[in-house]
């Protein structure tokens, strides 16, 4: 706690505030200041709201298992009523999670250090949709000395300023319940980025772009695997490949083609989930030329937005990894910068040897480009068996991208969860 920057009279009374989002470490420094009252012999008083009990029942506690005596509270009438029979003579009065009392803890707050008393709440500064966490703003407002603290981003590593509610864990909607006591069950930070939230009436489903990081890594063979599940947990689901070469490998029927693996999958007609199917096993923007045919990129994401109306999951495929152009100017990492606030990536990676500078130089390319990412799927698509190599690779590449691994997959067809 910095030094307060004013002469402090005896009888002089304040109100300090900490906020920020959750896993800030609020309440963590919230117990801490208690504890240094204690500690310079002064009366201290606690509170809670009754239904925080997270961690303990009566305590105020920090996510990180810091904990001081407080008293379980459900209204500000019932705070006042036990303060002032019991502890009328506390010097300094702290309360945890003051969002929960609603706009009549102001007023209390405001009259005990109009009595002289210093005054310590902890809370959040917004709700789940990024808005001002009421009363916290005329909390914020009023007080003599605020401390804003920041999370870490469980997505990107940034400093975090938004607790992101999830639901099954997918973002919440934007008329969800505004209070919801939880933990990380719930909750995580986000930054400005990387929060979402969703809107009932913009009737949209989850997007997914699938990205490699190479091509022949296996996309395919993942993304169908993904869809399985969904499918066995009765969404309504839905997979594009937009582009795809090598239509003269195939023959007439597509046999063997990604896009017919989807259309079986799904049982739709291939017309449905390729937009471009080009006849040379090349990069789409020469595929395309060989063919004289040329991309229209509005053609793929007017099929995209009506897909993603649809459906509640849609899985989009790139042709080749991120940098691999559609045409002259337009790659596969233009199309994910043009839906990144309406989407998430899903990375591929083979893993072998070579995989950790591959996927390193993806992640930081979607990192550089603000594209919120969902995870990692390893894919053992040589049935490695070099079970040293093979962790050491996951390990690694968590380690120094700071991104969720989802799945190992066996390529033989198994899909483990790590």
Known sequence: MR????IVTEGMGWLEVVTGSMFSGKSEELIKRLRRSKYARQKVVAFKHASDIRYDDSKLASHSNSFIEGIPVNSVEEMKKIFFEKYSDAQVIGIDEVQFFGAEVVKFCEDLADMGKRVIVAGLDKDFKGEPFKPMDELLAR???VDKFQAICAVCGNPATVSQRLIDGEPAYYDDLIVLVGATEAYEPRCRKCHRIKHRDDNMGNLYFIVGTGTEIGKTHVTLKLIEGDLKNKKN???LKPIETGAELFGESLE???TKKYADLLEKN?????TYFFKNPMSPHIAAELDGKQIFIDKIKKKIDQEIKKNEIL????AGGLLVPYNNRYTYLDLLIDYRKKSEVIVVANNSLGTINHTLLTIETLKRNDIMI???????KDNNIDKVLLR???ETIEKLSGIKILKEMKYDGGLDEL
């Open 3 to 6: 030094e307060l920057q004013f």
């Open 143 to 145: 007080a003599e000395y």
């Open 237 to 239: 689901v839905m997979a």
């Open 256 to 258: 063997g083609s990604d």
């Open 270 to 274: 291939v017309k449905e989930i390729n």
């Open 315 to 318: 899985y989009v495929e790139g």
């Open 374 to 380: 969902k995870g990692i799927i390893f894919n053992n």
């Open 392 to 394: 050491d690779n996951i």
